[in-house]
C-alpha cells in the first residue's frame, strides 16, 4: 500500500527553446511540487525559425495552439518521464537555476528586423534559464532553456504591452514558479 499523497501538477509553461548546434528543441514544462518535466513538443518549423525566435524572443509562427495544463491531465505522470524525449528534473537534485537576458547581435541579412526594431522603439531582451541538477554523485548536467511564448500567447498581450514588458512577464512567471517549488537558495535572477 503506498503512504505518499499524490504529485500536484502546479503549472505548465508553455514553451521553452533549448538550443543545440543541430537543431534547437521545443519543450512545455509541467511542473509539479516534486519535479520539472521538460516535455518535448513536436517540430513545428525549422532550426532557421526557432534560432531567430530563440535571438528575438517572439514566435515568429504563430499557427501553434499552446496546450494547457488540463490537456496533461490525462496523460500520467509516469509515461511522461519513461518518454525518452521528455527530460524529468527532481526539484531535490536542483544545484542552482539562473535567469538571465540577452539582447541579440543582429547580422546583416537581418536588417529588417533591426530597422523594425529601432522603429518601434523596443528592444528585444531575450530571457533565458539555466537549471543546474545532479543526476549522480559524479554528473551534474545542466539545461539552458530560453523563455520564448508562442504567438497564441503573444498576440493577444500586444495589443496593450510591450515587447519588453511581455516577454520580461512571461520569464517572470516561470521564474515565480520555480522559487515556489524548489529548495530555498537554489534560484537567483
Keep these: 500500500m503506498n503512504s505518499l499523497p499524490p504529485e500536484t501538477r502546479l503549472a505548465l509553461i508553455h514553451r521553452v527553446i533549448v538550443p543545440d548546434e543541430k537543431y534547437p528543441t521545443e519543450y512545455a514544462i509541467l511542473v509539479t511540487d516534486t519535479r520539472s518535466i521538460f516535455i518535448r513538443q513536436k517540430k513545428t518549423r525549422s532550426s532557421y525559425w526557432l534560432r531567430g525566435e530563440m535571438k528575438f524572443g517572439t514566435a515568429l509562427v504563430t499557427d501553434v495552439i499552446p496546450k494547457t495544463l488540463e490537456d496533461y491531465e490525462q496523460t500520467s505522470l509516469g509515461s511522461l ?54 543526476q549522480s554523485p559524479n554528473a551534474e548536467p545542466s539545461i539552458r532553456f530560453y523563455m520564448v511564448p508562442l504567438g497564441a500567447y503573444f498576440k493577444p498581450e500586444r495589443q496593450t504591452k510591450s515587447r519588453e514588458t511581455i516577454l520580461r512577464e512571461y520569464a517572470i512567471e516561470a521564474l515565480e514558479m520555480f522559487q515556489k517549488v524548489l529548495p530555498a537558495g537554489i534560484v537567483s535572477s
Design 81 to 134: 518521464t519513461t518518454d525518452p524525449a521528455n527530460i524529468t528534473v527532481p526539484h531535490e537534485a536542483v544545484v542552482s537555476l539562473g535567469m538571465g537576458k540577452e539582447e541579440p547581435e543582429f547580422r546583416a541579412r537581418e536588417f529588417f528586423v533591426w530597422l523594425t526594431m529601432r522603429r518601434q522603439g523596443h528592444r528585444f531582451q531575450v530571457y533565458n534559464f539555466e537549471m543546474k541538477y545532479r
